[in-house]
């Protein structure tokens, strides 16, 4: 996928989600001085701005990604900004928006929906450490506007939840879990939105 095909899906989500008309490549003068590019932009009714930054690396963005945003939607004037990635966030990223003074979403893009109950179908085993069923009776749950794939296993009954970060299988599911593999708290509140082309799942 273009680097321009990944900036047409998040601005998208951008246009979705805060209900706005959203510009591509964006040039503002910043607080700084400074001619600052962003890569969507849009004005809300209240005519503030609301900024998205999309990152498709090949890595996982760690708090310097999130620092670096923080300071930029400053400069610009931003109310709040949604930063995207390919690859996921880092733990201590996260943490680091959550605290941030302009509002700052963290958004997952994943490319052709994987990890979906027809992709994982009879591939992996049970999580549970007494049981390596393949046969697990897989669904969606999209409660409460999130996208969770879940399931039951059919040999031994324990309840399984795919992280939408990593992919990773998650026994005993109720109604928070944190991911064994990357510590991501999967429940029914996480966001998401499907552009045909990708899914978009907020996850921080």
Same mark, same amino acid.
């Given at each position: 996928?273009?680097?321009k095909?990944? !900036?047409?899906i998040?601005?998208?989500?951008?246009?979705?989600?805060?209900?706005?008309?959203?510009?591509?490549?964006?040039?503002?003068?910043?607080?700084s001085?400074a001619?600052?590019?962003?890569?969507?932009?849009?004005y809300?009714?209240?005519?503030?701005?609301?900024?998205? !930054?999309?990152?498709?690396?090949?890595?996982?963005?760690?708090?310097?990604?999130?620092?670096?945003?923080?300071?930029?939607?400053?400069?610009?004037?931003?109310?709040?900004?949604?930063?995207?990635?390919?690859?996921?966030?880092?733990?201590?990223?996260?943490?680091?928006?959550a605290?941030?003074?302009?509002?700052?979403?963290?958004a997952?893009?994943q490319?052709?929906?994987?990890?979906?109950p027809e992709?994982?179908?009879?591939e992996?085993?049970?999580?549970?450490?007494?049981?390596?069923?393949?046969?697990?009776? +897989?669904?969606?749950?999209?409660?409460?506007?999130?996208?969770?794939?879940?399931?039951?296993?059919?040999?031994?009954?324990?309840?399984?939840?795919?992280?939408?970060?990593?992919?990773?299988?998650n026994g005993?599911?109720?109604?928070?879990?944190?991911c !064994?593999?990357?510590?991501? !708290?999967?429940n029914?509140e996480?966001? +998401?939105?499907?552009?045909?082309?990708?899914?978009?799942?907020?996850?921080?």
């Amino acid at each position: 996928m273009t680097g321009k095909t990944f !900036e047409r899906i998040t601005a998208g989500f951008l246009r979705h989600h805060y209900d706005i008309e959203v510009r591509h490549d964006v040039r503002l003068r910043g607080r700084s001085g400074a001619i600052r590019q962003l890569d969507s932009a849009g004005y809300d009714l209240s005519g503030e701005l609301i900024v998205g !930054e999309s990152k498709d690396y090949g890595k996982t963005l760690g708090i310097g990604y999130v620092d670096r945003f923080d300071g930029f939607l400053y400069d610009v004037g931003a109310a709040a900004g949604v930063l995207f990635s390919a690859t996921g966030f880092t733990g201590p990223a996260r943490k680091r928006a959550a605290v941030a003074q302009i509002t700052i979403e963290l958004a997952l893009v994943q490319y052709g929906i994987p990890r979906t109950p027809e992709e994982i179908l009879n591939e992996d085993a049970c999580p549970n450490p007494n049981c390596w069923s393949p046969d697990i009776s +897989w669904g969606y749950n999209t409660d409460g506007g999130a996208y969770i794939t879940s399931g039951t296993c059919d040999f031994c009954g324990t309840v399984i939840v795919v992280c939408p970060v990593c992919g990773t299988l998650n026994g005993e599911h109720v109604s928070l879990i944190t991911c !064994e593999n990357c510590s991501f !708290e999967v429940n029914s509140e996480h966001e +998401w939105w499907d552009s045909g082309d990708a899914r978009i799942t907020v996850v921080g």
